[in-house]
């Protein structure tokens, strides 16, 4: 009995340390994710391309997807951001233009999946609490 409890102990301890839970709130990811959004963070995981993740911005936590990472080359004109010069959204949004920027090592392009409303981060990896499991 006290073997399992110090098992369950240390299982939960595992837990904890690993992941987190996360009450997602805004419409920036929608429709991908909604409102109100109950999450489980993986805060150790190695963090790639397109994956959603929750990242430290000054004083809140926000939610969004990495569209381009160290080396890829972003840019915003007339609305539109580009990676790599392709687009990546419409041209119709309201994004203040943004002169070509490669991005460092450890540096990471973010932005929700709701271009419509969503603001874009520029952030380091140590910004990153962790990545979105679902």
């Known amino acids: 009995m006290k ?3 110090i098992l369950v102990s240390l299982m939960a301890i595992l837990f904890i340390s690993t992941y987190k839970l996360i009450l997602v709130s805004g419409i920036s990811m929608e429709t991908t994710i909604k409102d109100k959004h109950l999450g489980l ?3 150790n995981t190695k963090i790639q391309i397109n994956d959603i993740i929750c990242a430290q911005i ?3 936590k926000v939610i969004k997807r990495i569209v381009a990472v160290s080396g890829d080359q972003v840019k915003i ?6 990676k790599n010069d392709v687009s990546i959204t419409r041209s119709n949004l309201v994004y203040p233009d943004m002169s070509t920027r490669i991005l460092n090592n450890d540096e ?3 932005i929700g999946d709701n271009y419509q409303v969503s603001e874009y981060y520029i952030i380091k990896k140590s910004q990153i609490v962790g990545e979105l499991l679902f």
Do not use: D, Q
């Open 58 to 60: 000054s004083n809140e």
């Open 77 to 82: 004109t007339n609305g539109t951001i580009y």
């Open 108 to 110: 990471f392009f973010i």
């Open 3 to 5: 073997r399992l409890l």
């Open 41 to 43: 963070l993986h805060k």
